[in-house]
Nanobody, 116 residues
């Protein structure tokens, strides 16, 4: 059974930092591409950052220079370090692990709220 579980969300003031974690079990984590998405109220889910199985990273323009995605395959864990947070970063953040279109798993989400 595959499980993907996020943690680390919370309430932070503008300019602050948070680190999100995502642990995946039941898969060969190292071969999966992994991503962080977010969804703000009334908006579509959007890609925030991704890292391939080979370590290639990609970021949304809105978070470049502020967020860093990383993975620790030995722990089946991925991270999203978020610095210089802004109120517009407020959203539910979701972890996604994907190998193929069928082998594509989502976590339940973790709320990040940035106060101004």
């Amino acid at each position: 059974q595959v499980q993907v579980v996020e943690s680390g969300g919370g309430l932070v003031q503008s300019g602050g930092s948070l680190r999100l974690s995502c642990v995946a079990s039941g898969i060969t984590f190292s071969i999966y591409d992994i991503s962080w998405y977010r969804q703000a109220p009334g908006k579509q889910r959007e890609l925030v950052a991704s890292i391939t199985s080979g370590g290639v990273t990609n970021y949304a323009d809105s978070v470049k220079g502020r967020f860093t995605i990383s993975r620790e395959n030995a722990k089946n864990t991925m991270y999203l370090q978020m610095n210089s947070l802004k109120p517009e970063d407020t959203a539910v953040y979701y972890c996604n692990t994907k190998w193929t279109a069928r082998l594509n798993y989502w976590g339940q989400g973790t709320q990040v709220t940035v106060s101004s």
